[in-house]
Each structure stands twice: as structure tokens, then as C-alpha cells.
């Protein structure tokens, strides 16, 4: 909370838990509508339906995050809140204008910033921008507290202090005694994994400083490929900070398929992959649900066909990201 500049915060056992508890601390219940993006996780549409809501599956854009218009076009009555991914670590350029529209129609504004840890826009650290933000700290994610691991950070007393009792079984946290006023659950961290997060958030500027080297090393050497058409990067301007989870890469030529640029790359020791397959929407938990098809969100579905990520983490050093994006090129 210190980091990002949040007044509060709380500490639970999975980023999972983090988004369940912050849409309980709200209220959501049957009836009640929650605007996801279909390029997200199982957990962003499950916590929904955990909570006897209706998760509302809403289109990408061309970086992959929330269709800010199509977003406008869901919005109804029912609409309790939107959840917003700030995918690969990238924050929305428009999440500033997002945040006033709903504010503007009443609507709680969710950040899923597991994937952003340390990303900013105009000095605001993903986390301190919407109602709520909620954080992963799994084995994959830029910081972790040892395999598993959340937060939630959140401004407003009143949501915090029920997001700090249900993650503890309800307990009134202000209560000198033992009292119990919510319907909670044990979702609490515990201290071993604690003491490794700790350490782990002091080395978090470095964590990104590296990621953002990386980067610039795959940028500079596919910049020959984008200047001819055959690929594209994700796009943002200068008053964003990407942490970078992934690194994306959108191919632009149809001849070429990502499944042979995977193998190719595989030979050499280099791994690749596409989050998330399939789309979340498609995912059988919520096709089957709600009865969706493939061609329900066709601009998702086709933008979701395109990208691949090339490896970024800490063990990773400049001379290894030159050979990487080098064998990548040469599929080309």
C-alpha cells in the first residue's frame, strides 16, 4: 500500500481471493452484472459468478485490453462494476477517462492488476486508480510470495475494513472481542509467505528496470519486422510505465503461423506462448452457462489468433534476449 500510495491494503492468499473479496465487499449479488474483458484469466469471470453474479463478456482492443466503446454498449441497469485487466502489465492509455464514465454512472471500477505490478500512468501506480485493485503474487508474476500469494488495496475505509474482515472469517476487526459480523472465509496470507513478499517488493523497481531492458533489446531488433508490416508490438504512450509480465507480439502476416514459430523456437531452447487460450468467454465454465459460441465476440477472436510472447524474467540477461529475438526473427 506504501509502494503504490494506497491508504489501505489487505493481504490474502491468492490474487483469486483478492478480486472474490473486493466484489463481496461490494455487494454483488443475483442480478447484479460485471463487465470483464474476454482476454483475462478463468479467475476475473469465476470470482463473478462465486458471488451470484453475472459476469458480461465485453470485446478487446488491439493491445488486448478493454474495448473502452464496445464497454459503453454493455452498460445497463444491472451494472454493478466494471473489471478492468490491465493485461501483460499494460495499463489502459484511457483508463483515466474509464475511471470518470463510471464514476459518472455509478459504477465500481475493479483493477485486475496481476499482471501489473510496478506499471503507472502519469505517476499513478496500477492499483491506487479504480475502487479496488487486486493483485497476484503466484509463481509466474512479476513479484511473488512463494507460489501463492494476493492483495487488495483500496482507498475508502469503509470497503477496506470489509475486505480485512471477510478475508478473516468475518471478525470484526474494530471489535476489542471475538465478534463475527460478516460471512467470511480464511483467505488470509501467512507469515512465511509474508516475510518473502517483503523482500521480494524491495527488489521490485530492479524486477522492472530489467524487464523494461529486455524490452528495449527486442523493440530495437524487431523494429525491421514492424517497419514491414509483418508484426506489431503493443502500443502506448510515453506517460505509461509497462512492467512487462509479457512481452507481446502481434503478427501481421497471415502466412505466417505461431505454431511453427513455437516449434522453430523450441529446437533452440526458447519457449513461447499465447494467454489465454481460449478466450474466456469460450472457456466450457462460461460457454456452457450462458450458452456462447465461437464468432460471439469475432474482433476478440480474431485479435486473439495473432500474438505470441516472447520469455521476460529476471534470469534472463541482454545476451540471451539477443539470441532469443534473433531465432525469432529468422522465422521470418
Known sequence: SKYIGSKNGVAVNSGTSALEISLKAIGITNGDEVIIPVQTFVSTGSCVINNGGTPIFCEIDENHLIDFENLKTKI???????????????????????????????????????????????????????????????????????????FITVNDEKYYNRCASISAIGIDKESE????????????????????????????????????????????????????????????????????????????????????IREKLNKHGISVDWPYEPLIHLQPVFKNRYELEQGYLKKSEELARKHLCLPVHMSIMPEDAEFIVDKFVACF
Request: some cysteine; aromatic content about 12%; overall charge positive.
Open 177 to 260: 472481542k471475538e465478534i463475527y459480523t460478516l460471512a467470511g472465509s480464511n483467505n488470509r496470507m501467512t507469515e512465511f509467505q509474508a516475510i518473502m513478499g517483503i523482500y521480494q517488493l524491495r527488489k521490485l523497481e530492479n524486477f522492472v528496470k530489467h524487464r523494461n531492458i529486455i524490452a528495449k533489446i527486442y523493440k530495437n531488433k524487431l523494429s525491421k519486422l514492424i517497419d514491414k508490416g509483418l508484426i506489431r508490438l503493443q502500443e502506448y504512450p510515453k506517460n505509461i510505465r509497462h512492467p512487462y509480465w509479457r512481452f507481446m507480439v502481434f503478427i501481421n502476416d497471415k502466412n505466417i503461423k505461431r505454431e511453427k
Open 76 to 150: 445497463n441497469i444491472n451494472t454493478k462494476a466494471v473489471i478492468i485487466v490491465h493485461f501483460c502489465g499494460l495499463i489502459h492509455p484511457d483508463i483515466l477517462k474509464i475511471r470518470a464514465y463510471l464514476k459518472k454512472n455509478h459504477i465500481f471500477l475493479i483493477e485486475d492488476a496481476a499482471h501489473a505490478h510496478g506499471a503507472k500512468v502519469n505517476n499513478i501506480f496500477a492499483g491506487n486508480i479504480g475502487d479496488f485493485g487486486c493483485f497476484s503474487f503466484y509463481s509466474t508474476k512479476i513479484m511473488t510470495t512463494g507460489g501463492e500469494g494476493g
